[in-house]
């Protein structure tokens, strides 16, 4: 997988054109409510190349994608990636508009990506295994 960017000092991330225009509109609409989360949403998706939905590859993290993650605090998890009324956190479902989900999206498996959480602690992450779309 290629390299960070060197002008954000964050990886490439790829997005499939419907999961863009549908992940743009849910962060401009709770862009109040939710501003820092959607903020994090839009910087993702401002960065990405977009890419038809049948040409996203299966080792990038889509809507609906299970992964396996490991935090640099020795966490290792697998969720899917869903949109906040899927999310249900007991089922290992995350949705897109938390700060790890945000840092997902368009991740592929052996990158790592710096996120802030709600408190605003740095973590680090880094995708071990995409094991699947819902598509």
Not at 40 to 45: A, G, S, V
Request: hydrophobic letters at 40%; aromatic letters at 4%; a negative charge.
């Amino acid at each position: 997988m290629s390299q960070a960017d060197p002008i954000q000092g964050k990886p490439p991330v790829v997005v499939c054109k419907s999961d863009y225009g549908r992940l743009w509109t849910l962060a401009i609409s709770l862009h109040v409510r939710e501003g820092d989360v959607a903020d994090q949403l839009m910087t993702e998706l401002d960065r990405a190349r977009i890419v038809p939905d049948d040409q996203i590859g299966a080792e990038v993290i889509a809507m609906g994608t299970t992964v396996r993650f490991t935090m640099n605090t020795g966490e290792d998890r697998t969720v899917t990636l869903v949109y906040p009324n899927e999310a249900d956190i007991d089922r290992n479902r995350i949705s897109v508009l938390t700060p790890v989900g945000a840092a997902l999206i368009g991740l592929a498996s052996g990158q790592s990506i710096d996120w802030h959480t709600l408190d605003g602690t740095v973590r680090r992450l880094t995708v071990e295994t995409v094991i699947g779309h819902a598509r």
